[in-house]
T-cell receptor, first 116, second 110 residues
């Protein structure tokens, strides 16, 4: 049973380009969370998705950032027109859902985005 | 709103015991998690508390007091490999997302 898979592990983009980060949840998990971690800081929640639905996007910047979790395929976090301040580690976590109170979230290895 | 506080850094000696505290304020509480994160790696799950009391798992234990908004992670028989950041996270009711503290960087010295 593979864990949460994120790719790419490292991504370098020039200012103004688009960054596309992918996350495949653990088998059987239908809940995906995206977090951003700036250097020397904690994880900041960005967005929570279920298949084909955005449940909570309260942590997403209003512009340039979007996320989706289609019926088939991985969840995608898209950052348009990247700026240097977007450089961070982006982690995806998946869980089996809120129906079990002790549902832990399993994290992927993260994508480290560097904007040059 | 939500607020989670942890010490920024702690140091300890190999073989010793260390306690990492976490205090939180949240509008809705549905469990507290501790994660370990080595530099450049993913957070890995250590423990989960939703009821008051102590949960023990090998060298690691976690305690929760909901009335005080307080938790601690206790690490016994410290090893060099325990040098890492320890993240306290609260799950709120409703949307189930985790809200993380900034983490406590633990340095274990020989």
């Amino acid at each position: 049973n593979a864990g949460v898979m994120q790719n790419p592990r490292h991504l370098v983009r020039r200012r103004g380009q688009e960054a596309r980060l992918r996350c495949s949840p653990m088998k059987g998990h239908s809940h995906v969370y995206w977090y951003r971690q700036l250097p020397e800081e904690g994880l900041k929640f960005m967005v929570y998705l279920q298949k084909e639905n955005i449940i909570d996007e309260s942590g997403m910047p209003k512009e340039r950032f979007s996320a989706e979790f289609p019926k088939e395929g991985p969840s995608i976090l898209r950052i348009q027109q990247v700026v240097r301040g977007d450089s961070a580690a982006y982690f995806c976590a998946s869980s089996s859902g809120p129906d079990r109170a002790n549902t832990e979230a399993f994290f992927g290895q993260g994508t480290r985005l560097t904007v040059v | 709103g939500q607020n989670i506080d942890q010490p920024t850094e702690m140091t300890a000696t190999e073989g010793a015991i260390v306690q990492i505290n976490c205090t939180y304020q949240t509008s809705g509480f549905n469990g507290l998690f501790w994660y370990q994160q080595h530099a450049g790696e993913a957070p890995t799950f250590l423990s989960y508390n939703v009821l008051d009391g102590l949960e023990e798992k090998g060298r690691f234990s976690s305690f929760l007091s909901r009335s005080k908004g307080y938790s601690y992670l206790l690490l016994k028989e410290l090893q060099m490999k325990d040098s890492a950041s320890y993240l306290c996270a609260v799950r709120n009711t409703g949307f189930q997302k985790l809200v993380f503290g900034t983490g406590t960087r633990l340095l274990v010295s020989p």
